[in-house]
């Protein structure tokens, strides 16, 4: 008997490009299949509640791992890279 193949679901990977603060909403984002800016408003209102949000994205921002640079030829930094 074989067994079935499930999907592969991608792991949390905060990304280089789409980021605005740490990219932890990009990362979630691209883990449930959504947009970053819908994650970024549910974050935001989920603040207004009482609770932890704030720390969890801290504690989040710190745990996940960082996703690998661009590739960019030549070596010159990128728009983002110089501020």
Do not use: D, H
């Not at 592969?8 to 990977?13: E, F, Y």
């Not at 959504?34 to 989920?46: G, P």
């Not at 609770?51 to 010159?76: K, M, R, S």
Request: overall charge positive.
């Amino acid at each position: 008997m074989t067994a079935l193949a499930r999907p592969v679901r991608p792991g949390l990977v905060r990304p280089r490009e789409g980021r605005m603060i740490g990219g932890v909403c990009a990362a979630l984002a691209q883990r449930f299949g959504t947009s970053a800016t819908t994650m970024r408003v549910i974050f935001l209102v989920s603040c207004l509640l009482p609770g932890p949000q704030f720390l969890l994205y801290l504690a989040l921002w710190v745990l996940l791992p960082g996703g690998t640079p661009p590739a960019n030829a030549g070596g010159e930094k990128t728009p983002r890279e110089t501020w």
